[in-house]
């Protein structure tokens, strides 16, 4: 009996195999080999291109010791808290309450101008930020109107304006999950607590926020682990500079692989990059798993 | 038993049709391929003009030979990426590549370029090449790996109209570091929306930041980041923290552009495209192929640009010999190390880099020619107006030691002026942070202090 | 809730939403702007002679229609295939309790959080073993790998939706259990279905790096790479072709947009795409 039902079990389970086989061979495989990588002195170019040697800890040694790491960590949290935590989160939810209650036709206006922020393809939007921002962009001619001088906003304040820009870049997500995770919410709930005398914003604290809760806890986990991985955006827009000043660790990442052709310490910025991912994820799950009945 | 052996012997032949099938295309005995790879963009279709050109002859002269051509649309960083990851397995190398210097030693470190030295002594045309250009297809063993398509130098660049205005005498023709500085002071007193003299540093520009920019401050000092000798990086030296004392003085008396603006990785693109043109800018430092940019078809096409725009070179500290300074980058074409045909491989490169071609590529792209006959050619000497001048400059030009480390000892230079003109740092404090930096890179013992 | 409040507070919550969505439209301005200008700057200016210059320039088969078929073929390719191994993978996971399907599920989360650049140099070297280089069916299954965690997360919890009860009662008469996935649960996960399609389509429509290291020949490069051929050598860039191709770059994923959107009922919602 315990064969059968094993086989049963495997049968069942079987259609989930094309996934785990591509997962496998794309990303597990490489993924491996990127951490292999990390213990090596394997680079693009030079010495060590065909022949990389087995070095241990050595490029993690050289990492903690390494100033930019710091700052780049710090970069990335901020990064992460400022565009998807906060930013994108908070204003998808915003704007999800906002269009529940304005005029249909303003509400699908709006939705189509976020969402093809979204849309666009990435070295476009890239390139359509670092315009924005330059010296002679969009924003220092509308702000000139209005008095304030031209600033280079890229070199004085480069982490706000990237974060802005994948502010403008990704809310769209976060939106789409609030209108549909908003529409769940019973009517009667809202209204029985109108009739307690309940104002808006205490409506939406107390009743609406609580119910959702598993939709933000999943959305600001998928919102989180994407923003990691953002690197077109940054890259394009200041390089990481000035002076490693938007260096997140994606960016720190590729320039140690390819621009210093050091394979073996810029996977080992990736894994420490994978670590962060891990320790956000075990946040939410927390956060989760509190509130899952 | 027929019927098995038969079911055996068809199983055989299936599995043999298969394999044939599977396993590329056996070259010998037929069609003989060499792969060309090479960068292609938009606004850079010299070197695919040149490759067309060269397969057409060579596929006429050499029956049976294809060569295919795969041009890599990239910018300059992603080309050097895509190009790596080609040649790090035999099966999917180039034959023959477009290979800047500046990766010549590194990639010949890895093992991937062919050593031409026998090649080229059987070829009649090497002796044409000029002395100084063939030091950049050579690496630390003394061999020749690469063969230079052109060269380009850099110079001093000034606008003609703005000097009159300042009534500085024309031609202008700085002799030391002081008369640089004392020309912007002058420009700058009188006309004060103007800025006098550009020089680019930080790390925004990247490399094109330090070889326009500090270099020719450094090599002008005597000082030198690699001592050929020794095999061993400099640190410590006098000249490097005079040229960041003069980088210093430049912005800090406002003689060159903000440093927010220096440090804009698109700033050339002003330089070229307006300021110039605008007669806003006084004089900059750039490269030989800047009639590029301003010739008709270029991106910032400018037709006034041969006479209101000059060339001098630019001095040494004091103005000892030579006299002036100039740094040379440029590209070569290199043949990959395990490639099947390299008798072949080198015939079609030497096809490619012929008289003719070679000057169709030089002119077509504002290149300084290599080839003595190219530099002869009066096609060539009358492509632009200051051809004579920036050519003139390959007598004095110097090269990048162009190792596997240098990129990183190129990001601890410009980090070095970038702290010095955004006023973080001291020229000594940034020399020190320097010294310490290249230590950590190559390691104490392969530094010296001179 | 009174006609008068209804309305009261709609109308400022309509200001604020219109003052965002222009705030939204703003970076747009230099593409438009920079596409119709001759002689575009990376500066925003109106231009003195508009034209469709630009637009003629990029309009060639080589610059513009082949890289986009490319990107056509392999964003479909890449949503076809990563759609019909998700939906194979979430049946499983949404029908069945097994104690490895919440690991499971948060394990290959994780490979959201990886930059394509980390993994690049060992992808290109397994492709080079397996001599799957310059191959577009095999470079759209790379991106499908790439772009299954968040199609299974998505689709599972589409699937969640759709009631077991439903199933059974098509199991009572006789279907089988695929029967039963094909006429009953996958039609009512339509709007579902388009969603994720849309998702997978735009990531790998926009994606540069892996076309780029994974295809070689020129005829092969989809849109996202041959946009960098306005990037001259030293760095130039031709602003005006630049936004004239972007433009026409980006208008397939807008159209195919609004095209799913409107047949998911005019709100493209995620509906239970992310539940807790």
Redesign the interface.
């Known amino acids: 009996m315990p064969a059968s039902h094993r086989r049963r079990q495997v049968l069942?389970?079987l259609?989930?195999?094309?996934?785990?086989v591509?997962?496998l061979?794309?990303?597990a495989?490489?993924?491996l080999?990127?951490f292999h990588?990390s213990l090596t002195n394997a680079?693009?170019?030079?010495?060590?291109?065909?022949n990389p040697e087995w070095v241990g800890l050595d490029n993690y040694q050289r990492l903690l010791q390494d100033p930019v790491l710091p700052l780049s960590l710090a970069l990335t949290v901020l990064f992460v808290a400022g565009s998807a935590i906060l930013g994108q989160n908070v204003?998808g939810l915003a704007?999800a309450v906002?269009?529940r209650?304005?005029?249909p036709v303003?509400?699908?206006?709006?939705?189509?101008?976020?969402?093809?922020?979204?849309?666009?393809?990435?070295?476009?939007?890239a390139?359509?930020?670092?315009?924005?921002f330059?010296?002679?962009?969009?924003?220092n001619?509308?702000l000139g109107r209005l008095g304030v001088p031209e600033t280079?906003w890229?070199?004085?304040v480069p982490m706000a304006a990237v974060i802005l820009?994948n502010v403008?870049r990704g809310?769209a997500?976060s939106m789409?999950?609030y209108?549909?995770?908003l529409?769940g919410v019973p009517g009667e709930l809202t209204e029985a607590a109108?009739m307690d005398g309940a104002g808006?914003w205490q409506r939406l604290a107390f009743i609406t926020l609580p119910v959702i809760?598993?939709?933000i806890?999943?959305?600001l986990?998928?919102v989180?682990?994407?923003t990691?991985?953002?690197?077109?955006l940054i890259w394009v827009m200041t390089?990481g500079?000035?002076?490693n000043g938007s260096t997140t660790l994606?960016v720190m990442?590729?320039q140690e692989?390819?621009?210093?052709?050091d394979?073996g310490y810029?996977?080992a910025v990736?894994t420490v990059?994978?670590l962060i991912?891990?320790v956000f994820?075990a946040a939410y799950?927390r956060l989760?798993r509190e509130?899952?009945p | 038993m027929f019927r098995r052996a038969s079911k055996t012997l068809s199983v055989v032949a299936a599995a043999v049709m298969v394999l044939a099938a599977c396993t590329p295309a056996d070259p010998a005995g037929g069609n003989r391929t060499i792969k060309v790879a090479y960068q292609k963009t938009d606004s850079f279709t010299a070197l695919d003009t040149m490759f067309q050109n060269a397969k057409k002859e060579f596929e006429a002269a050499n029956q049976g030979v294809t060569i295919e051509l795969q041009p890599i649309q990239a910018n300059d960083?992603d080309y050097g990426?895509k190009l790596?990851?080609a040649?790090?397995s035999p099966s999917t190398a180039p034959d023959v590549f477009y290979e800047d210097t500046f990766?010549v030693r590194?990639?010949v470190?890895?093992?991937?370029l062919l050593n031409l030295d026998s090649r080229l002594s059987g070829w009649g045309d090497w002796n044409k090449f000029d002395a100084g250009a063939k030091e950049a297809g050579k690496a630390d063993d003394g061999g020749t790996y690469a063969v230079p398509l052109g060269t380009d130098t850099r110079a001093i660049w000034y606008n003609k109209k703005v000097f009159e205005a300042a009534g500085i005498g024309l031609p202008w023709r700085p002799s030391s570091w002081q008369d640089i500085l004392d020309t912007a002071r002058k420009i700058k007193a009188s006309q004060p929306d103007v800025i006098p003299f550009n020089m680019y540093a930080?790390?925004?520009t990247g490399e094109g930041s330090v070889m326009q920019g500090f270099y020719e401050l450094l090599y002008g000092t005597g000082a030198s980041l690699y001592d050929q000798d020794s095999k061993k990086w400099v640190v410590g030296s006098a000249g490097f923290k005079d040229s960041l004392t003069f980088l210093k003085t430049l912005y800090g008396e406002k003689l060159a552009v903000p440093p927010?603006?220096a440090?804009?990785?698109?700033i050339w693109k002003k330089v070229f495209g307006e300021w110039f043109p605008k007669a806003k800018l006084g004089a900059t430092v750039e490269g030989s192929y800047a009639p590029s940019f301003w010739q008709d078809g270029g991106s910032y096409a400018w037709p006034g640009y041969g006479q209101d725009m000059a060339v001098a070179p630019f001095p040494t500290q004091t103005g000892a010999a030579p006299g002036a300074v100039s740094m040379s980058g440029g590209w070569t074409l290199a043949l990959g190390a395990e490639t099947k045909q390299p008798d072949l491989a080198f015939n079609f490169l030497t096809t490619a880099l012929n008289a003719k071609n070679s000057l169709a590529f030089t002119v077509d792209s504002s290149q300084i020619a290599v080839r003595t006959d190219v530099a002869a050619d009066p096609g060539y000497q009358s492509a632009n107006p200051f051809v004579k001048d920036v050519s003139s400059l390959v007598a004095v030009t110097r090269y990048r030691p162009a190792t596997?480390d240098y990129?990183?000892i190129s990001?601890a230079v410009q980090?070095a002026t970038?702290?010095v003109i955004?006023g973080s740092r001291t020229p000594e404090q940034a020399a020190a942070d320097y010294d310490t930096a290249v230590a950590g890179i190559v390691g104490g013992d392969k530094t010296i202090r001179k | 809730?009174t006609a008068r409040n209804?309305r009261a507070?709609?109308t400022w919550?309509?200001v604020?939403?219109?003052l965002?969505?222009?705030?939204?439209?703003?970076?747009?301005?230099?593409?438009v702007l920079?596409s119709v200008d001759p002689s575009a700057?990376?500066?925003?200016k109106v231009p003195q002679q508009p034209g469709l210059d630009n637009f003629a320039a990029v309009l060639t088969p080589e610059l513009l229609f082949r890289p986009l078929w490319n990107s056509l073929l392999l964003s479909a390719g890449t949503g076809l295939v990563t759609l019909?191994?998700?939906v194979?993978?979430a049946?499983?996971?949404s029908r069945?309790r097994?104690r490895f399907t919440t690991p499971f599920m948060?394990g290959?989360?994780?490979?959201?959080?990886?930059?394509?650049?980390?993994?690049m140099?060992?992808?290109y070297?397994?492709f080079v073993q397996l001599r799957l280089l310059d191959s577009l069916p095999a470079t759209v299954?790379?991106l499908?790998?790439?772009s299954?965690?968040?199609a299974?997360?998505m689709t599972r919890n589409f699937m969640d939706a759709v009631p077991l009860a439903l199933e059974e009662a098509a199991w009572v008469d006789g279907a089988s259990r695929l029967a039963g996935l094909r006429s009953i649960v996958l039609p009512l996960m339509g709007p579902g279905l388009g969603v994720v399609f849309i998702f997978v389509f735009?990531q790998a429509?926009?994606?540069?790096f892996v076309p780029f290291v994974l295809l070689l020949s020129e005829g092969r490069q989809p849109?996202?790479v041959s946009?960098f051929s306005f990037f001259g050598q030293h760095g130039a860039v031709a602003y005006g072709q630049?936004a004239a191709f972007?433009i026409l770059?980006?208008v397939p994923?807008?159209a195919l947009?609004?095209i799913v959107a409107r047949g998911t009922g005019?709100?493209?919602?995620?509906?239970?795409?992310?539940?807790?």
């Not at chain 1, 680079?43 to 060590?48: A, E, N």
Request: aromatic letters at 10%; hydrophobic letters at 55%; one cysteine or more.
């Open positions: 069942r389970y259609p989930v195999l094309p996934a785990v591509l997962l061979v794309f990303l495989g490489p993924v080999w990127a990588a680079g693009l170019t030079g010495r060590h291109a065909r204003l704007l906002l269009m209650r304005a005029r303003v509400s699908a206006t709006v939705g189509t101008a976020v969402v093809a922020a979204w849309v666009l393809p990435e070295i476009v939007a390139f359509a930020a670092y315009a924005f330059s010296r002679d962009g969009t924003l001619q509308l280079d890229l070199y004085t820009a403008w809310t997500f789409l999950v209108r549909s995770a529409s109108q808006a809760r598993g939709s806890a999943t959305n986990m998928l989180t682990l994407q990691l991985a953002v690197f077109t390089a500079g000035p002076a994606p990442a590729y692989a390819f621009k210093f052709g394979i810029g996977t990736a990059l994978i991912g891990a994820g799950l989760l509130q899952r | 960083d990426t790596a990851l040649l790090r990766k590194s990639d470190d890895a093992g991937y930080g790390k925004g927010a603006q440090l804009d990785p698109n596997s990129p990183r990001a980090e970038e702290a955004t | 809730m209804v507070r709609s919550a309509d604020a939403l219109l965002t969505g222009a705030c939204f439209l703003l970076p747009l301005l230099w593409l920079g700057g990376h500066a925003v019909a191994a998700a194979l993978a049946y499983p996971l069945y097994s948060y290959i989360l994780f490979g959201t959080c990886l930059p394509i650049t980390a993994i140099v060992p992808v070297g397994l299954l790379f499908a790998a790439t299954l965690p968040m299974i997360w735009i429509w926009g994606n540069f849109a996202a946009i630049l972007s770059y980006s994923v807008l947009y609004a005019n709100s493209l919602a995620l509906s239970g795409a992310v539940r807790g």
